[in-house]
């Protein structure tokens, strides 16, 4: 069964970092991508990025200064890092799966994890 | 970056009825359309993959088409269960960009 769990702190002070993590069990990681998008409060969905089977990552272009992602394959975990945090980046952050074959893009979602940026 | 306009934002609907979302591409994306179903507090759930195709599990009261540009969401006879918040994704070409959501509520 294809799980993912994002965890990380649920408040973060502005400037400071915000360091997530995506668990995921039911595949592997050196077979598919996985992807990081955000939901502001009340708002739409954006990509964030994502890391490729083969441990290349894309980014957000507003984003790219500020972050990084990278894996332990051997914990099956992906880690997020965003510096300098201002209160725009308060949103629930998700981990997604996407395969280059079926079942294709974006087809299993963690719950998302809750981030506040203030003092 | 890629713009996906999707319409209407919102939309008053009941249950019975036949309800269209669209999502307009800035350029040619293809296929490669995908549409998401929100509840409040969850995570988004896929629908409909590369523009028309059915996700696992997913009713077939929902379809999706491809007009040019334009990329439709349907859901036939709506139940309780729909009324949620919509997404559309293009992801031919990098970065994938979502539409600005729809969503549904009851009359």
């Known amino acids: 069964q294809v799980q993912l769990k994002e965890s990380g702190p649920g408040l973060v002070q502005p400037s400071q970092t915000l360091s997530l993590t995506c668990t995921v069990s039911g595949f592997s990681l050196t077979s598919n991508s996985v992807h990081w998008v955000r939901q502001p409060p009340g708002k739409g969905l954006e990509w964030v990025g994502a890391i490729w089977s083969g441990g290349s990552t894309d980014y957000n272009s507003a984003l790219k200064s500020r972050l990084s992602i990278s894996r332990d394959t051997s914990k099956s975990q992906v880690f997020l890092k965003m510096n300098s945090l201002q209160t725009e980046d308060t949103a629930i952050y998700f981990c997604?799966?996407?395969?280059?074959?079926?079942?294709?893009?974006?087809?299993?979602w963690g719950q998302g994890a809750s981030v506040t940026v203030s003092s | 970056d890629i713009q996906m306009t999707q319409s209407p934002s919102s939309m008053s609907v009941s249950l019975g009825d036949t309800v269209t979302i669209t999502c307009r591409a800035s350029?040619?994306?293809?296929?490669?359309v995908n549409w998401f179903q929100q509840k409040p507090g969850k995570s988004p759930r896929r629908m409909i993959y590369r523009a028309t195709n059915l996700a696992d599990g997913v009713p077939s009261r929902f379809s999706g088409s491809r007009s040019g540009s334009d990329y439709s969401l349907t859901i036939s006879s709506l139940e309780s269960e729909d009324v949620a918040d919509y997404h559309c994704l293009q992801y031919d070409e990098y970065p994938p960009t979502f539409g600005g959501g729809t969503k549904l509520e009851l009359k």
């Open positions: 350029q040619d994306v293809g296929i490669y």
């Open positions: 997604t799966r996407s395969t280059g074959g079926p079942p294709g893009v974006m087809d299993a």
